[in-house]
């Protein structure tokens, strides 16, 4: 069984068009995350969310709006796509602990790739 | 900025080699974890080393951590082609909830 899904694997769009990609977890952890890697493999955080909740959002445009039903799905919704929304979309999820030094694997889904024209 | 900061940026070695990758990183961290990612495809963890560690072993990984330094360094021993790949460090904050990588290090290992 897969751990993190992400649907779809593929997504090729037109500027302007709202689209969204979905993210599930099996593996019970309260912690999901959102990245985007770059063209040049560079990736950086986007949100983080525990039990449900936003816990980190870096920044990013308000266009990108994540939702989660639920601890085990997390999903990316982007408006108005524009060109510079092109990359590949990772979800990740681990569990999260008390201890400030104590955190665990953080595992990652196969990525959407989302080509805007 | 970005933490964390990877060299070398690529590196080519032959089989049976060993490669050492090193990450830097400029604030305090929680732990620091390595990511193996194959081209075209999804990140998988190699292991982590927590911020009261020194040194962990993963069958031919050796990761080292010296926190006053503030780095890493990934070393596979006994390359093999199928370790082709680009090797990310990561580190987290915010007792986990903010995971930032490093730009990577492609290795190629020659048959």
Known sequence: DTAVSQTPKYLVTQMGNDKSIKCEQNLGHDTMYWYKQDSKKFLKIMFSYNNKELIINETVPNRFSPKSPDKAHLNLHINSLELGDSAVYFCASRQSRAGWESTDTQYFGPGTRLTVL | ?111
């Open chain 2, 1 to 111: 900025s970005q933490q964390g900061e990877e060299d070398p940026q690529a590196l080519s070695i032959q089989e049976g080699e060993n490669a050492t990758m090193n990450c830097s990183y400029k604030t305090s961290i929680n732990n620091l974890q390595w990511y193996r990612q194959n081209s075209g495809r999804g990140l998988v963890h190699l292991i982590l080393i927590r911020s009261n560690e020194r040194e962990k072993h993963s069958g031919r990984l050796r990761v080292t951590l010296d926190t006053s330094k503030k780095s890493s360094s990934l070393l596979i021993t006994a390359s093999r082609a199928a370790d082709t790949a680009s090797y990310f460090c990561a580190t987290d904050h915010e007792r986990g909830f903010k995971t930032i990588f490093g730009a990577g290090t492609r290795l190629f290992v020659k048959a």
